[in-house]
C-alpha cells in the first residue's frame, strides 16, 4: 500500500493570508485527491488531479480558491486561498492503487494524515 | 449517482457486546464498498472493503461487513467490542471504472462504555 506525508501536520492561519498543502507518496499514482473534513463532518471531495492535466473540482469548489499543483506522479499541492474561518477544517490527500480480486481491477484508496488548518 | 447513508450517527455499546453499525447504499454502478475508521485526532484507516468476491467480507480488528444486493446494505458487525473500537465509522461507495470517485457517508460515531 502506498505510504502518504502530508505538510504541513496543523497550522493556524489569519484571515485572508493562504496556505499551500503538501502531499507526497512514496510511489508513483495516477490519480491523487483532496478532501475536506470541516469539523464534526464527513469527508469531502475536493478535487481530482491527475498529473499531466488540470485538476477536475467538485461542485461548490473552484480553482480560484483552492488552486491544485500536480507536477509529477509522486507530488501534489492545495493552496487554500484568502482564508476565512469557514475555511477551517483538516484538508486531506489521498491515492488510488488498484487492485485484483476473482479477475477483476478495482480501486482503493488511501489516504495521508491529513493536515489541521484553523484560520482566526 | 451514488450515495451512502449511515442510519445511526451515533452507536452506543458496552464492552464485550456485539458491534452493529448499518450503512445502506445506491449507485449506478457495481459498486465497491468500503468501512473506514478514524481515531480521533488519527488519519484514516480501511477496515475492509467489498469488490463482488464474497458478499461475506472479513476485516481487520474483528470486523466484518455483509454485502446484501437485495437490501442495498453493507453493514458493519463485531462479534464483541473493546474499547479501542472507540471512534468514528465512514461507509464508503465507489462508482469504480474510469470515474473513480468516493463518496462518504456522514459518519457514525461509536462509543464504547466499560
Known amino acids: 500500500s502506498a505510504v502518504i506525508s502530508q505538510k504541513p501536520s496543523r497550522d493556524i492561519c489569519q484571515r485572508g493570508t493562504s496556505l499551500t498543502i503538501q502531499c507526497q507518496v512514496d510511489s508513483q499514482v495516477t490519480m491523487m485527491f483532496w478532501y475536506r473534513q470541516q469539523p464534526g463532518q464527513s469527508l469531502t471531495l475536493i478535487a481530482t488531479a491527475n498529473q499531466g492535466s488540470e485538476a477536475t473540482y467538485e461542485s461548490g469548489f473552484v480553482i480560484d480558491k483552492f488552486p491544485i499543483s500536480r507536477p509529477n506522479l509522486t507530488f501534489s499541492t492545495l493552496t487554500v486561498s484568502n482564508m476565512s474561518p469557514e475555511d477551517s477544517s483538516i484538508y486531506l490527500c489521498?491515492?488510488?492503487?488498484?487492485?485484483?480480486?476473482?479477475?477483476?481491477?478495482?480501486?482503493?484508496?488511501?489516504f495521508g494524515p491529513g493536515t489541521r488548518l484553523t484560520v482566526l | 449517482a451514488q450515495s451512502v447513508t449511515q442510519l445511526d450517527s451515533h452507536v452506543s455499546v458496552s464492552e464485550g457486546t456485539p458491534v452493529l453499525l448499518r450503512c445502506n447504499y445506491s449507485s449506478s454502478y457495481s459498486p465497491s464498498l468500503f468501512w473506514y475508521v478514524q481515531h480521533p485526532n488519527k488519519g484514516l484507516q480501511l477496515l475492509l472493503k467489498?469488490?463482488?468476491?464474497?458478499?461475506l467480507v472479513k476485516g481487520i480488528n474483528g470486523f466484518e461487513a455483509e454485502f446484501k444486493k437485495s437490501e442495498t446494505s453493507f453493514h458493519l458487525t463485531k462479534p464483541s467490542a473493546h474499547m479501542s473500537d472507540a471512534a468514528e465509522y465512514f461507509c464508503?461507495?465507489?462508482?469504480?471504472?474510469?470515474?473513480?470517485?468516493?463518496?462518504f457517508g456522514k459518519g457514525t460515531l461509536l462509543t464504547v462504555n466499560p
Open positions: 489521498s491515492v488510488e492503487d488498484a487492485f485484483l480480486a476473482a479477475g477483476r481491477s478495482y480501486n482503493e484508496q488511501f
Open positions: 467489498y469488490t463482488s468476491a464474497a458478499t
Open positions: 464508503v461507495v465507489s462508482s469504480g471504472g474510469s470515474n473513480y470517485k468516493l463518496t
